[in-house]
């Protein structure tokens, strides 16, 4: 059994699998997931994970360079939006239109569901590598 880290099977060996700018989708419960993507939900009720706590399980197994956020965070979640940036700082990143971030996940490798019910609670990270 393993002790520390991400203990979802699908979840910890779809980080494993991941290769240099590779996308992930982590997304709020509504978040639409392209047909053909890959989904690990891990929504169990309302706010269970939520956004953050899913973030940051992903953020201690993947290495991170750049990553992807609706402009709508700006006004309608500013706190999750300034959450992600810390925990992330320094890594580039872009914000587009939220139905532009919804056709542009169509290219993730996978997406993670949370329970999140905050609006716009969405990222897509792009991987890097650790050397």
């Known amino acids: 059994m393993k002790k520390t880290g991400i203990l979802n099977a699908d979840l910890s060996y779809l980080i494993a699998a991941l290769g240099h ?16 993507v890959t989904i690990v939900d891990l929504a169990l009720t309302q706010g269970v994970p939520s956004f953050k706590q899913v ?10 360079e750049y990553y992807f ?40 490798k996978f997406a993670i569901r949370t329970g999140e019910f905050s609006p716009y609670a969405n990222v897509i990270l792009r991987a890097g590598v650790v050397f």
């Open 55 to 64: 973030l940051d399980a992903v953020l201690s197994e993947m290495e991170v």
């Open 69 to 108: 956020l609706a402009d709508e965070m700006d006004d309608k979640n500013p706190s999750l939006k300034a959450y992600v940036g810390e925990q992330l700082p320094e890594i580039e990143h872009e914000s587009m239109p939220h139905d532009d971030l919804k056709r542009f996940s169509s290219r993730v």
């Open 21 to 36: 700018k590779d996308l992930v989708m982590i997304g709020d419960a509504g978040m639409p997931i392209p047909e053909g």
